[in-house]
């Protein structure tokens, strides 16, 4: 291979062996984007290659990754918005020659065994130091351990009973995140020493101290995400096989109560109207 293709929000270039991914950094460009900047993918790490027709006169070139494969789309477990994906490359309608090109290029390298599921990470997480600010505590990641300093204003009594933690990486055995873009998201710590056998005996969120709530408009997806790949990453290089953040989709009563109670809290402070009030609580309810 060896050449380029320039899209709307990225460019991919074409190595022997992988797909380097430069992405824009212009105020346009989502937020994730800017954060990634850069992102080369193995072929190995590739499931397929597909070339479909976008909005507003555009095509778009998606590389899907194998699962497995990418420690950032494993926390992101599916939440990310299509805008978002970084395997999605939006070109105008004009270019969907070369980019079919390209498509069957990348389809004639994949690996034999693309259809099934990898043991290990083939694509790097972002890297380490790094931290971001949630509703009820902040949490820093310095490639060997994880530290929450518990926020005054939001952080829960039995938080602040328990005190600020640090869970260094090989008494982990997972991440989970919901997104913040959720009226419910959060980052849980999973460890060996309390693994969630089953949902309904974990704490709640909010007098958990491995596990930071996002609240309304804290701890972004560019900020959040990319801190629970670089954790689940250094997980699996620390020996253990991570629990993935497929688990951040499941659901426990506790942390239903809890989160209905959080909604409430943001009703009440009139951040959230009526509307969303009334359908998410019924959401949350229904799952029950």
């Not at 395997?87 to 070369?98: F, K, N, Q």
């Not at 959720?182 to 005996?201: E, I």
């Amino acid at each position: 291979m060896g050449d380029e293709l320039a899209g709307i929000q990225a460019t991919w270039e074409f190595e022997t062996d992988s797909v380097i991914i430069r992405f824009e950094r212009g105020h346009r460009a989502p937020k994730l984007f800017q954060t990634l900047r850069e992102r080369r993918i193995p072929h190995e790490a590739l499931a397929s290659v597909t070339l479909s027709p976008g909005k507003r006169g555009t095509v778009v070139l998606h590389a899907a990754p194998r699962p497995g494969a990418d420690p950032l789309m494993e926390a992101a477990a599916g939440q990310l918005k299509e805008a978002c994906d970084p395997y999605r490359l939006v070109l105008p309608a004009d270019r969907e020659t070369l980019a079919e090109y390209y498509a069957d290029e990348l389809r004639a390298v994949l690996p034999s065994d693309a259809d099934r599921p990898v043991d290990r990470y083939a694509v790097a997480a972002p890297s380490a130091p790094l931290n971001f600010k949630a509703y009820d505590g902040k949490a820093s990641f310095d490639g060997s351990r994880v530290d929450f300093r518990w926020s005054w204003a939001g952080a829960s009594s039995a938080k602040w009973k328990a005190g600020d933690q640090s869970f260094p990486v090989d008494e982990l055995s997972g991440v989970e995140w919901r997104t913040p873009e959720a009226l419910d998201g959060y980052l849980r710590l999973v460890r060996h020493t309390n693994p969630p056998v089953d949902d309904t005996v974990r704490p709640a969120l909010d007098k958990d101290p491995a596990a930071l709530m996002f609240g309304l408009n804290k701890g972004q997806v560019h900020e959040s995400l990319p801190f629970a790949a670089a954790v689940l990453e250094s997980v699996q290089n620390s020996g253990s096989p991570p629990a993935m953040a497929m688990q951040a989709c499941r659901r426990d009563p506790a942390d239903i109560a809890e989160r209905i109670r959080h909604l409430g809290e943001l009703h009440l402070a009139g951040l959230v109207t009526d509307e969303e009030f009334s359908s998410k609580k019924a959401q949350l309810l229904a799952e029950l």
